[in-house]
């Protein structure tokens, strides 16, 4: 009995967080006009047909060159993830479409693309049990991470000095953690949008007010805590 109520509440607490993260998704999709799909990665089996059957011949080739497990899931999730939004985005739209002739990409910048619609934006993010993926007519980026203590040097080489000032006056507190989550998945959301990745300079970021101009770019920032996770979107 005992056994049988721990699994119950580990599963309750599971749902729970997938429920937060739709939730969070589901209200900001309506303001920032974007479809999306959450994928939990436990649920995902390599053999299962119906995932395996949205997959292009090109998917197929490239899911067949990966070695590792790990990497195997994550990325039959992310295309899986992407072909789901980019399924209901289009049907707003009164477009059907057969999901194995999509292809969803990774480019020269390592982001995802879908070369059969390449005025439609693609952001993946995977935080191991969920996998997030969003299609935009606008330039967006989505990140989601782990709450965990972080590490100083992350801080001090990669976070503004607005950023750094906000956190030390949170050490010692519950919210210093969540805190520096939030600017961190915020920080990648942002590289994401630009297409930029690790070659984005963290340092001059700063991410700690929820509105931003970089260059010709004018982007909204939103976040998250979600259960054990930070979720950020960075949205043009």
């Not at 520096?180 to 690790?198: D, H, N, Q």
Request: glycine letters at 4%; aromatic letters at 12%; one cysteine or more.
């Amino acid at each position: 009995m005992l056994l049988c109520k721990r699994r119950y509440c580990k599963a309750y607490k599971s749902m729970s967080t997938a429920f937060k993260i739709s939730s969070f998704l589901e209200t900001n999709s309506r303001v920032h006009e974007f479809e999306y799909e959450v994928m939990d990665m436990r649920r995902v089996g390599e053999k299962d047909i119906n995932l395996l059957s949205v997959l292009s011949e090109e998917e197929i080739r490239q899911l067949d060159s990966l070695k590792i497990e790990k990497n195997r899931i994550q990325w039959i999730a992310g295309r899986y993830a992407v072909k789901s939004a980019l399924f209901k985005y289009k049907l707003q739209r009164a477009v059907l479409m057969d999901l194995s002739c999509i292809d969803v990409l990774k480019g020269e910048d390592s982001s995802p693309f879908i070369p059969q619609y390449q005025d439609i934006c693609v952001s993946i993010t995977h935080s191991f049990p969920y996998c997030i993926a969003i299609v935009s007519n606008k330039k967006i980026g989505v990140d989601l991470e782990g709450i965990s203590e972080p590490n100083e040097s992350l801080i001090r080489y990669f976070y503004s000095t607005e950023e750094k000032n906000i956190l030390e006056n949170l050490k010692k507190t519950d919210e210093y953690c969540q805190r520096a989550m939030i600017f961190w998945t915020r920080k990648e959301a942002v590289s994401k949008l630009l297409k930029l990745g690790m070659r984005m300079d963290f340092r001059e970021l700063n991410t700690s007010k929820n509105e931003m101009t970089i260059g010709n770019y004018y982007i909204y920032l939103k976040s998250y805590i979600c259960g054990e996770f930070a979720l950020s979107i960075a949205s043009e």
